[in-house]
C-alpha cells in the first residue's frame, strides 16, 4: 500500500506594502495604501486593503478579493475587531 502524506494545514503567508497613490487628481505625498502583493513584490488585483490620507484617516477599501484569504465583510471590506 502506497500513502502520500501532505500539509493540508500549511498556511498561505500574506505580504503587505505601502503604495504610494498614484491616481488621476491626486497629489504626490496624498496618502499612502496598505496593498497584497505577490512573492514579487507585485500590487495583487482587488488587493488594497486600507488607505491612510495625508490628513491621518484611515479608510477601509471595498471589493477586497477573498482569494488573498483575510476575513472580510459583505461588501468586501476587511473586518476589524
Do not use: W, Y
Not at 488621476?24 to 486600507?50: F, K, Q
Not at 491612510?52 to 473586518?79: C, E, F, W, Y
Amino acid at each position: 500500500m502506497q500513502v502520500e502524506v501532505f500539509d493540508a494545514l500549511k498556511r498561505k503567508e500574506l505580504v503587505l506594502r505601502l503604495c504610494m497613490q498614484n491616481q488621476e487628481g491626486v497629489e504626490p505625498g496624498g496618502g499612502v495604501h496598505i496593498c497584497a502583493v505577490d512573492e514579487r513584490g507585485n500590487r495583487l488585483s482587488e488587493g488594497t486593503l486600507l488607505e491612510i490620507t495625508s490628513d491621518g484617516k484611515v479608510l477601509r477599501h471595498a471589493g477586497i478579493s477573498n482569494r488573498i484569504g483575510i476575513p472580510l465583510t459583505a461588501d468586501g471590506k476587511m473586518q476589524i475587531s
